[in-house]
């Protein structure tokens, strides 16, 4: 798959917001970035595909469409990072939350699927 565009990074010391190109490589991408940072697949696919029908067994009832992930908000923590996910019109905007200095393991991570 192409790498998403990456619009902006904003960092601080326990803090990163990263503006992202919006489009159906975003879920599986995500998804993959989250269970980087130690969050199950399984729990992560729950939440994110629930839009697309029976995200329990990642069974997609409905076709992605921009439309359908439009102003929508998810959330995921564990122990290490708390996560916004907001779905605008044309980009998804992730902010990082941790309690200790990873934002560069964040930012290299991100950097991963993104250009």
Known sequence: MKKLKLYMIKKSETHSVFHIEKNESFLEYFREFLHKLGFKKHITAIELLKLLG??????SAKKYSNKLYQDKYFYFENEKFKIDVFFGKEVVIVSIFTPSNNQNKITKLMMKFCE
């Open 54 to 59: 029976d995200s329990d067994d990642n069974y």
